[in-house]
């Protein structure tokens, strides 16, 4: 539900992923094969011979070093910021609000003007955090459940729930699924409107290592 470049993400490893495996591999055969270690040793002294006279002809007359280092600084600066860029990029989409009499949703119930059915001017906003904490109070009520979880994503311009439930072992998934859609439809009785919901039954260590509590 977020809006994570996951593209931009493939082809980002993918870059790295093969520069980094030339780089072994190069270092690997300068390891292990003597015919390349040889041409390494002869080719050396003529890449140093090159690196010298592109120093000499880029370092200004009255001036000790190249300007090579400020365009390499440069490159470096412009880089942490496209990484600095890229890592904001990720996970974006979380949103406050989860509704309001401005939403584009068409309202669940009352017509016309909103969820109560009347025309009265002004704006009226439930927070994301409202509706989150209710539907995970709820669903924490349920001893079948280890744990739960609730954010608030934009969906094309739109709030939507996304649901984590961590079942304990043995509880049917179907049944579970079917317990927070109805949930999920009195939180969209309650509010007025309807919401688009991502539900996710997950397993992990804390339902394998968790336990129900028993009443003696």
């Known amino acids: 539900m977020n809006t994570t470049p996951r593209g931009l993400n493939r082809w980002v ?64 600066l412009l880089l942490i910021v496209l990484l600095v860029l890229w890592i904001t990029a990720q996970g974006r989409g979380r949103t406050g609000i ?17 969820p ?4 009265a001017v002004g704006t009226v906003t439930i927070t994301a955090a409202a509706a989150e904490q209710a539907l995970k109070a709820a669903l924490l009520e349920r001893p079948d459940l280890a744990a739960a979880s609730v954010s ?15 079942p304990r072992k043995g509880v049917p998934a179907y049944a579970v699924a079917a317990d927070v859609s109805r949930l999920v439809e009195a939180l969209d009785r309650v509010t007025g409107y309807r919401t688009p919901v991502l539900i996710s039954i ?6 394998r290592f968790s336990r129900a509590d028993r009443v003696a």
């Open 116 to 119: 109560g059915g009347t025309d």
């Open 13 to 76: 490893l993918a870059v790295v992923g093969l520069l980094a495996l030339a780089a072994g591999a190069a270092g690997l055969a300068l390891l292990t094969v003597p015919a390349v270690a040889s041409w390494w040793a002869a080719a050396a002294p003529r890449v140093g011979e090159a690196l010298d006279g592109a120093r000499t002809r880029t370092t200004p007359d009255g001036q000790e070093d190249t300007w090579l280092w400020l365009a390499l600084a440069a490159v470096l």
């Open 152 to 166: 608030t994503w934009r969906v094309r311009g739109v709030p939507g729930l996304r649901v984590q439930v961590f």
């Open 98 to 114: 989860f509704a309001s009499t401005e939403d584009p949703r068409t309202p669940a119930v009352g017509d016309p003007g909103g």
């Open 202 to 207: 997950r397993s992990g260590a804390r339902v």
